[in-house]
């Protein structure tokens, strides 16, 4: 039987890829590519499939900044959501995100870093449309440059460690990986806790 230490890294190898990895943000400390982490964790929010959630953030990488995103018209942001076909909230988050990058230029001067603290969950749900499940999602990803959060393995991340044969304890799953490789242990637990094929792949 495979120790959980090869499970992990198998796990890493096979599904971990984190979600802003998929949509080609390369993450870093900087306002830009965390307003587009932000974006996507409110795209990933509704109940459609995350690979229509990765192409839209694609097609609306060029408004990678709040003020970007608010200069662009409500159609501009409805006609990106459509190319990617996410097309049944596309109205109601074309709204959402404009709504969103005049909340974060009002209260944040545009700075999503400005958010980071103690009170990151408070802040983060005042963003329309992210909600609770949105808000576990930005977390998880922003680990990777934000490591204060690690480890951030919410329920989600836990059900695939659980179906891998992984601990479903953060801290005993964090020292199975290095430090920097949380967030991408987090994704691929994830990912197999919603692909069964994925977590046989693994286990």
Request: net charge positive; hydrophobic share 45%.
């Amino acid at each position: 039987m495979a120790s959980r230490k090869a499970i992990a890294a198998r796990l890493l190898d096979v599904a971990g890829r984190t979600y802003a990895q998929e949509a080609g943000i390369r993450l870093a400390d900087r306002p830009s590519p965390l307003y587009r982490l932000l974006v996507l964790s409110v795209l990933l929010s509704t109940r459609i499939k995350a690979h229509l959630a990765v192409a839209a953030s694609g097609e609306l990488s060029r408004l990678a900044t709040p003020r970007r995103m608010l200069d662009a018209t409500w159609q501009q942001r409805v006609d990106a959501l459509g190319r990617a076909h996410y097309v049944r909230y596309d109205e109601s988050t074309a709204t959402a995100l404009g709504d969103g990058a005049e909340l974060l230029l009002a209260e944040y001067r545009g700075d999503v870093r400005r958010m980071r603290g103690d009170d990151l969950r408070d802040h983060l749900l005042r963003v329309p449309r992210l909600g609770p499940v949105g808000v576990d999602i930005f977390c998880r990803e922003a680990q990777a440059v934000w490591p204060e959060l690690r480890p951030y393995l919410d329920r989600k991340a836990l059900d695939g460690a659980r179906r891998v044969g992984l601990p479903a304890e953060p801290r005993r799953l964090a020292r199975l990986v290095e430090p920097d490789d949380l967030a991408r242990l987090s994704a691929g637990l994830v990912r197999v806790k919603l692909d069964r094929g994925l977590a046989g792949e693994v286990a």
